[in-house]
Protein backbone atom coordinates (compact mmCIF):
# COMPACT_ATOMS: atom_id res chain seq x y z
CA UNK A 1 0.00 0.00 0.00
CA UNK A 2 1.38 3.27 -1.09
CA UNK A 3 2.62 5.56 1.59
CA UNK A 4 0.63 8.75 3.04
CA UNK A 5 1.85 11.83 4.19
CA UNK A 6 2.37 11.14 7.55
CA UNK A 7 3.56 7.15 7.05
CA UNK A 8 5.63 4.83 5.07
CA UNK A 9 4.41 2.22 2.66
CA UNK A 10 2.50 -0.31 4.28
CA UNK A 11 3.78 -4.11 2.64
CA UNK A 12 0.86 -6.52 3.12
CA UNK A 13 2.25 -9.04 1.19
CA UNK A 14 3.44 -12.26 2.25
CA UNK A 15 5.74 -15.17 1.32
CA UNK A 16 3.65 -18.20 1.49
CA UNK A 17 4.94 -21.39 1.34
CA UNK A 18 3.09 -23.73 -1.15
CA UNK A 19 4.34 -26.38 -0.21
CA UNK A 20 4.03 -25.71 4.19
CA UNK A 21 7.51 -25.62 5.76
CA UNK A 22 6.56 -28.81 7.65
CA UNK A 23 4.84 -32.23 7.22
CA UNK A 24 2.10 -31.55 9.36
CA UNK A 25 1.09 -28.15 7.39
CA UNK A 26 -0.82 -27.48 4.92
CA UNK A 27 -0.18 -29.36 1.29
CA UNK A 28 2.84 -30.78 3.40
CA UNK A 29 2.94 -34.38 2.68
CA UNK A 30 5.88 -34.12 0.08
CA UNK A 31 9.18 -34.70 -1.14
CA UNK A 32 10.81 -31.81 -1.02
CA UNK A 33 13.62 -31.25 2.06
CA UNK A 34 13.59 -28.93 4.45
CA UNK A 35 15.87 -26.33 2.10
CA UNK A 36 13.91 -26.94 -0.74
CA UNK A 37 10.25 -25.80 0.94
CA UNK A 38 12.07 -22.41 1.57
CA UNK A 39 13.14 -22.25 -1.78
CA UNK A 40 11.67 -19.26 -4.60
CA UNK A 41 9.98 -21.91 -6.55
CA UNK A 42 7.66 -22.99 -3.22
CA UNK A 43 7.05 -19.81 -2.39
CA UNK A 44 4.25 -17.37 -3.93
CA UNK A 45 3.33 -13.86 -2.68
CA UNK A 46 -0.44 -13.17 -1.35
CA UNK A 47 -2.18 -10.96 1.05
CA UNK A 48 -2.91 -11.75 4.51
CA UNK A 49 -6.29 -12.95 3.95
CA UNK A 50 -5.74 -15.35 0.88
CA UNK A 51 -2.69 -16.84 2.70
CA UNK A 52 -5.16 -17.89 5.68
CA UNK A 53 -7.55 -18.80 2.88
CA UNK A 54 -5.34 -21.23 1.30
CA UNK A 55 -4.21 -22.60 4.14
CA UNK A 56 -7.68 -23.25 5.60
CA UNK A 57 -8.86 -24.77 2.31
CA UNK A 58 -6.05 -26.91 1.00
CA UNK A 59 -8.57 -29.55 0.01
CA UNK A 60 -9.26 -26.25 -2.84
CA UNK A 61 -5.94 -25.22 -3.30
CA UNK A 62 -3.48 -28.01 -3.72
CA UNK A 63 -0.13 -27.81 -5.30
CA UNK A 64 -0.78 -27.98 -8.27
CA UNK A 65 -3.23 -25.21 -8.75
CA UNK A 66 -0.86 -22.46 -6.47
CA UNK A 67 2.19 -23.16 -8.96
CA UNK A 68 -0.81 -21.93 -11.87
CA UNK A 69 -1.86 -18.85 -9.83
CA UNK A 70 1.96 -17.89 -9.74
CA UNK A 71 3.14 -18.63 -13.23
CA UNK A 72 -0.53 -16.74 -14.31
CA UNK A 73 0.25 -13.87 -12.12
CA UNK A 74 4.54 -13.51 -13.09
CA UNK A 75 3.02 -13.85 -16.87
CA UNK A 76 0.83 -10.66 -16.45
CA UNK A 77 3.47 -9.11 -14.24
CA UNK A 78 6.01 -9.89 -17.33
CA UNK A 79 3.58 -8.42 -19.72
CA UNK A 80 2.41 -5.32 -18.10
CA UNK A 81 5.57 -3.82 -16.38
CA UNK A 82 8.90 -2.85 -17.80
CA UNK A 83 10.57 -6.04 -16.66
CA UNK A 84 14.06 -6.87 -16.30
CA UNK A 85 14.44 -10.20 -15.50
CA UNK A 86 18.31 -9.94 -15.17
CA UNK A 87 17.84 -7.11 -12.31
CA UNK A 88 15.50 -9.44 -10.84
CA UNK A 89 17.94 -12.38 -10.64
CA UNK A 90 20.64 -9.58 -8.77
CA UNK A 91 17.98 -8.79 -6.14
CA UNK A 92 17.31 -11.87 -5.06
CA UNK A 93 20.97 -13.29 -5.13
CA UNK A 94 21.27 -9.88 -2.98
CA UNK A 95 18.61 -10.13 -1.07
CA UNK A 96 19.60 -14.16 -0.25
CA UNK A 97 22.75 -12.95 0.59
CA UNK A 98 21.06 -9.58 3.32
CA UNK A 99 19.47 -12.83 4.79
CA UNK A 100 22.19 -15.32 5.58
CA UNK A 101 24.17 -12.28 7.03
CA UNK A 102 21.32 -11.44 9.28
CA UNK A 103 20.78 -14.82 10.47
CA UNK A 104 24.15 -15.77 10.74
CA UNK A 105 25.24 -13.11 13.07
CA UNK A 106 21.45 -12.56 15.02
CA UNK A 107 20.51 -9.20 14.00
CA UNK A 108 17.49 -9.66 16.32
CA UNK A 109 19.84 -10.32 19.37
CA UNK A 110 22.62 -8.03 18.59
CA UNK A 111 22.14 -5.53 21.45
CA UNK A 112 22.44 -8.95 23.85
CA UNK A 113 25.35 -10.20 22.48
CA UNK A 114 27.27 -7.58 21.05
CA UNK A 115 27.21 -5.94 24.40
CA UNK A 116 29.03 -8.39 26.32
CA UNK A 117 32.06 -6.77 24.81
CA UNK A 118 31.26 -3.90 26.74
CA UNK A 119 31.40 -5.47 30.05
CA UNK A 120 32.78 -4.16 33.19
CA UNK A 121 35.99 -3.56 31.61
CA UNK A 122 36.24 -7.37 30.70
CA UNK A 123 35.07 -8.01 27.20
CA UNK A 124 33.36 -11.62 26.74
CA UNK A 125 31.70 -13.16 23.80
CA UNK A 126 29.84 -16.57 23.81
CA UNK A 127 31.27 -19.36 22.12
CA UNK A 128 28.73 -19.14 19.18
CA UNK A 129 29.21 -15.69 18.19
CA UNK A 130 33.06 -15.92 18.32
CA UNK A 131 32.82 -19.05 15.45
CA UNK A 132 29.71 -16.55 13.98
CA UNK A 133 31.89 -13.89 13.70
CA UNK A 134 35.42 -16.21 12.34
CA UNK A 135 33.13 -17.71 9.88
CA UNK A 136 31.05 -14.62 8.45
CA UNK A 137 34.49 -13.80 6.91
CA UNK A 138 35.70 -16.14 4.48
CA UNK A 139 31.87 -16.87 4.14
CA UNK A 140 31.25 -12.97 2.94
CA UNK A 141 35.08 -12.76 1.16
CA UNK A 142 33.32 -16.24 -1.17
CA UNK A 143 30.07 -14.36 -2.39
CA UNK A 144 29.51 -14.07 -5.80
CA UNK A 145 28.49 -10.27 -6.26
CA UNK A 146 26.47 -9.43 -9.17
CA UNK A 147 28.01 -6.05 -9.42
CA UNK A 148 24.84 -3.83 -9.22
CA UNK A 149 25.06 -2.22 -6.49
CA UNK A 150 28.66 -1.49 -5.86
CA UNK A 151 27.91 0.69 -2.24
CA UNK A 152 26.18 -2.18 -1.21
CA UNK A 153 28.70 -4.48 -2.34
CA UNK A 154 31.16 -2.00 -1.05
CA UNK A 155 29.79 -2.14 2.53
CA UNK A 156 29.85 -5.76 2.95
CA UNK A 157 33.67 -5.72 2.16
CA UNK A 158 33.79 -2.74 5.18
CA UNK A 159 32.05 -5.05 7.24
CA UNK A 160 34.70 -8.10 6.58
CA UNK A 161 37.46 -6.16 7.12
CA UNK A 162 36.05 -4.58 10.37
CA UNK A 163 35.01 -8.07 11.35
CA UNK A 164 38.35 -9.70 10.40
CA UNK A 165 40.22 -7.20 12.88
CA UNK A 166 38.47 -7.66 15.89
CA UNK A 167 38.52 -11.13 16.02
CA UNK A 168 42.42 -10.70 15.57
CA UNK A 169 42.78 -8.17 17.88
CA UNK A 170 40.15 -10.00 20.45
CA UNK A 171 41.42 -13.21 20.29
CA UNK A 172 45.22 -12.16 21.39
CA UNK A 173 44.32 -12.18 24.87
CA UNK A 174 41.01 -14.12 25.11
CA UNK A 175 41.04 -17.44 27.12
CA UNK A 176 38.04 -19.81 26.81
CA UNK A 177 35.98 -20.19 30.08
CA UNK A 178 34.00 -23.04 30.37
CA UNK A 179 32.31 -24.80 27.77
CA UNK A 180 30.55 -21.55 26.10
CA UNK A 181 32.21 -18.41 26.52
CA UNK A 182 35.65 -16.73 25.53
CA UNK A 183 36.79 -13.72 28.04
CA UNK A 184 39.66 -11.19 27.86
CA UNK A 185 42.29 -12.55 30.45
CA UNK A 186 43.73 -9.84 32.86
CA UNK A 187 47.12 -10.52 31.65
CA UNK A 188 48.53 -8.21 34.00
CA UNK A 189 48.38 -10.23 37.19
CA UNK A 190 51.57 -11.58 37.33
CA UNK A 191 53.49 -13.99 40.44
CA UNK A 192 56.33 -11.44 41.03
CA UNK A 193 56.39 -8.59 43.07
CA UNK A 194 56.98 -5.78 40.83
CA UNK A 195 54.86 -2.79 40.96
CA UNK A 196 56.54 -1.13 37.76
CA UNK A 197 55.79 -4.16 35.77
CA UNK A 198 52.41 -4.72 37.20
CA UNK A 199 51.65 -0.67 36.20
CA UNK A 200 53.00 -1.06 32.82
CA UNK A 201 51.13 -4.30 31.92
CA UNK A 202 48.03 -3.03 33.40
CA UNK A 203 47.84 0.18 31.58
CA UNK A 204 48.47 -2.16 28.20
CA UNK A 205 45.79 -3.61 29.48
CA UNK A 206 43.46 -1.00 29.42
CA UNK A 207 44.75 0.01 26.00
CA UNK A 208 43.74 -2.95 24.93
CA UNK A 209 39.71 -3.43 26.45
CA UNK A 210 39.52 -0.04 25.09
CA UNK A 211 40.68 -1.10 21.77
CA UNK A 212 38.54 -4.37 21.62
CA UNK A 213 35.38 -2.28 22.87
CA UNK A 214 35.79 0.25 20.15
CA UNK A 215 36.35 -2.34 17.44
CA UNK A 216 33.52 -3.71 18.66
CA UNK A 217 31.60 0.02 18.22
CA UNK A 218 33.01 0.09 14.45
CA UNK A 219 31.85 -3.36 14.01
CA UNK A 220 27.71 -2.21 15.19
CA UNK A 221 28.57 0.57 12.73
CA UNK A 222 29.69 -0.93 9.61
CA UNK A 223 26.10 -3.03 10.17
CA UNK A 224 24.60 -0.11 10.19
CA UNK A 225 25.84 0.44 7.21
CA UNK A 226 25.42 -2.16 5.63
CA UNK A 227 21.24 -1.88 6.67
CA UNK A 228 21.33 1.58 5.08
CA UNK A 229 22.93 0.38 2.06
CA UNK A 230 19.95 -2.57 2.13
CA UNK A 231 16.88 0.23 2.43
CA UNK A 232 18.96 2.54 -0.09
CA UNK A 233 19.30 -0.23 -2.70
CA UNK A 234 17.39 -3.03 -2.70
CA UNK A 235 14.71 -3.01 -0.10
CA UNK A 236 13.24 0.52 1.29
CA UNK A 237 11.35 -1.07 4.27
CA UNK A 238 14.56 -2.95 5.60
CA UNK A 239 14.47 -2.95 9.12
CA UNK A 240 12.37 -0.30 9.71
CA UNK A 241 10.17 -1.75 11.96
CA UNK A 242 13.11 -2.85 14.20
CA UNK A 243 15.27 0.52 14.04
CA UNK A 244 18.81 0.69 14.13
CA UNK A 245 21.28 -1.97 16.01
CA UNK A 246 22.14 -0.34 19.46
CA UNK A 247 24.95 -1.71 22.12
CA UNK A 248 24.84 -1.30 25.72
CA UNK A 249 27.36 -0.26 28.26
CA UNK A 250 28.13 -1.00 31.40
CA UNK A 251 27.71 -1.80 34.71
CA UNK A 252 29.48 1.36 35.39
CA UNK A 253 31.07 3.02 38.18
CA UNK A 254 27.39 4.24 39.16
CA UNK A 255 25.90 1.13 38.39
CA UNK A 256 24.45 2.38 35.27
CA UNK A 257 23.85 1.13 32.16
CA UNK A 258 23.85 3.45 28.75
CA UNK A 259 22.49 2.32 25.38
CA UNK A 260 24.39 3.76 22.61
CA UNK A 261 23.33 4.29 18.83
CA UNK A 262 26.75 4.58 16.65
CA UNK A 263 26.65 5.27 12.31
CA UNK A 264 29.15 6.62 10.42
CA UNK A 265 28.05 10.33 9.88
CA UNK A 266 29.13 13.02 7.29
CA UNK A 267 31.91 12.17 5.21
CA UNK A 268 32.66 9.06 7.23
CA UNK A 269 29.30 7.32 4.37
CA UNK A 270 31.93 7.05 1.85
CA UNK A 271 32.76 3.32 -0.38
CA UNK A 272 35.01 1.81 2.21
CA UNK A 273 35.18 4.12 6.29
CA UNK A 274 37.20 1.64 7.62
CA UNK A 275 40.66 1.40 6.32
CA UNK A 276 42.96 -1.15 8.49
CA UNK A 277 43.73 -1.41 11.86
CA UNK A 278 46.14 1.21 11.82
CA UNK A 279 44.64 3.65 10.54
CA UNK A 280 41.49 3.38 12.90
CA UNK A 281 44.10 3.60 15.87
CA UNK A 282 44.18 7.00 15.25
CA UNK A 283 40.96 7.64 13.32
CA UNK A 284 38.79 6.18 16.00
CA UNK A 285 38.86 9.46 18.34
CA UNK A 286 36.83 10.96 15.02
CA UNK A 287 34.28 8.53 15.31
CA UNK A 288 30.58 9.37 16.86
CA UNK A 289 32.22 7.40 20.33
CA UNK A 290 34.92 5.85 21.04
CA UNK A 291 36.34 4.43 24.60
CA UNK A 292 40.09 4.59 24.05
CA UNK A 293 42.27 7.94 25.53
CA UNK A 294 42.77 10.25 22.71
CA UNK A 295 46.59 10.71 22.57
CA UNK A 296 48.02 13.99 23.64
CA UNK A 297 48.81 14.88 20.04
CA UNK A 298 45.11 14.71 19.01
CA UNK A 299 43.97 16.81 21.77
CA UNK A 300 42.55 19.90 20.99
CA UNK A 301 45.06 22.43 22.19
CA UNK A 302 44.00 24.67 25.16
CA UNK A 303 42.62 28.29 24.17
CA UNK A 304 44.50 31.27 25.43
CA UNK A 305 42.36 33.50 28.14
Excluded at 33 to 55: A, W
Excluded at 212 to 223: K, N, P, Q, S
Excluded at 224 to 246: F, H, P, Q, T
Amino acid sequence: MDASETDDESVVGEACHIVAHSTDGPRGESDLTPEQRDKYSNLILLCNVHHKLIDDQPGEYQVERLHQIKTDHEKRVREKFDFDPEKQIDDEMYAGYVEKWEQRLNLSEWDKWASSILNSGQPSLSDEMKTALEEIRPWLLSRIWPGRYPKLESAFLNFRLVVQDFCLVFLEHARKRGDDEWETEKFYRIDEWNPERYRALADEYEDHVDLVEDLMLEITRAANYICDAVRRDLMRSYRVKEGVLLIVGGPYMDFSFKTYRVEYRGSERIDSPYNGLDAYKSLRFERDLFFGTKPAAQQEAPVDS
